[in-house]
């Protein structure tokens, strides 16, 4: 099911957060989700755009679909994005091969 909300509050150090949804309640947000997103944290009172999931009586956020940072509160640290890895060639250079030019 896909809801808004707002980032009430993300602890890096613990790895998890909650959302407070416009309908209600909270949701869960864990480290995990947060980096599919490309995030590796949000600023409390951003408001986000999520897919949600029930389990074991709770909810939890599957998926961050969208992230406005701009909404997030005056005081609070700027979003960390992950760190996009250079990709890899699968192709090695002769020289690694074994092989000269």
């Known amino acids: 099911?896909?809801?808004?909300?707002?980032?009430?509050?993300?602890?890096?150090?613990?790895?998890?957060?909650?959302?407070?949804?416009?309908t209600g309640g909270d949701a869960f947000l864990h480290v995990s989700v947060l980096k599919a997103a490309g995030y590796v944290t949000l600023p409390p009172g951003t408001v986000v755009e999520v897919r949600l999931e029930k389990d074991r009586g709770n909810t939890r956020v599957t998926e961050v679909i969208r992230a406005d940072t701009s909404t997030a509160?005056?005081?609070?640290?700027?979003?960390?994005?992950?760190?996009?890895?250079?990709?890899?060639?699968?192709?090695?250079?002769?020289?690694?091969?074994?092989?000269?030019?």
């Open 73 to 101: 509160k005056a005081d609070a640290p700027a979003p960390v994005l992950r760190k996009r890895q250079p990709a890899r060639s699968l192709i090695g250079d002769g020289e690694a091969n074994g092989h000269r030019s």
């Open 1 to 22: 099911m896909l809801a808004t909300g707002r980032v009430a509050w993300f602890n890096l150090e613990k790895k998890f957060g909650f959302v407070a949804l416009d």
